[in-house]
């Protein structure tokens, strides 16, 4: 069987940022399936390689974090077209499995069926169009419409449709009657990142030794709204915790929320360069709590955040200002806890006991390494997917 993988943003380790596809793709491959990726990079010309087993076709169409709204539309348009062309080049393809966001992927999934007779299945990683809705992103009645309507076709015509949230898939559900509907969240990398004891080397490099750290990484655009971070790092100040806040990513919002920070006089919050997996895992190693932060929009409790996942198998106590299942997980495991992002003193109050005592602390970790084995292994992920894609039990 040959696959045509639909993602915009692939990505791989050394890369950094979301490698999902990275995995599953590289397990469909091991599996002997051969995996055609269509993907883009910031670079003038198109260019085809070999990434362990896939076959990546890298499209000219430049995107990044700080892109604003409709200069991404324009990226996301650009990438359908050049994508339909792309894989009309590709012989023998016997499916197309398109992932999500943004929306117009699905667009590029529905031309490639129309055009080649080449059935697709839709992965949807965020509620589109509904999140940018509710995020005021999208207000033009007649785009309110179209997107909607999109959003139906798209699910219309897919052959199958892989939710990464039970959010996600109690949404999908209701609106694609009839449609097989899977259940496959994010992955923890449990190979890959791993419980350590702080190193000595790395507290100094970061300025943490005898210091509680806790860290968000990954996008810092309006979704993530980390003006609740900076809101509980001066709770924290007020309180004299000792506690270090390390803010690691990219975004449109990075620049004014790092100004921000500066100017309220938060000693206590650093910012820090985009890093690739590599580099992640020695932030990792000095953290002690990973803070997972949205908007307070009732869509984005939806999500599947992948610094969720990695938290869980570092062993990293989890904090989360958004309810929904990312909550549940956390409260239900006793690996985490939810803390109010409109009451800042919430955080210093829940905090403290895992501040001074290191027993619950470990505790707590090691209940969240034990929830990303147990339920969330990328093995697990990629075997479902290929029970999805070719009805065998497993790899």
Known sequence: MKIIYLHQYFKTPEEGGPIRSYYLAKGLANHGLEVEMITAHNKPLKVIKEVEGIRVHYLPVHYDNSLGFKQRVISFLKFMYLAVDEAAAIRGGDLCYATSTPLTIGLAA??????????????????????PIQMGAIRNPWMLRYTRDL??????QAEKIIALSPGIHENIVKKASGKQVALIPNMSDVNFFEPQKKHPYFEDVFRTKNKFVVSYFGAIGKANHLEYLLDIARASLEKQLPVKFLVVGDGAEKNRLEKLGHDRKLSNVDFLPFMNKNELRELLNVTDAAYISFANKPILETNSPNKFFDALASGKLVVTNTKGWIRELAEVNQCGFY??????????????????????????????RKLGEVQFSRQQQVSELIHVLTDTPDM
């Open 151 to 156: 959003e139906q076709r798209i699910y219309d």
């Open 110 to 131: 529905i031309k490639i069926k129309e055009k080649f007779s080449i059935p697709y299945y839709f992965e949807v990683r965020d509620l589109w169009p509904e999140a």
């Open 339 to 368: 803390t109010d992002p409109e009451t800042p003193s919430d955080f210093a109050e829940k905090i403290n006991p895992f501040i001074n005592d290191k027993i619950m602390l470990s505790r707590f970790q090691q209940n969240a």
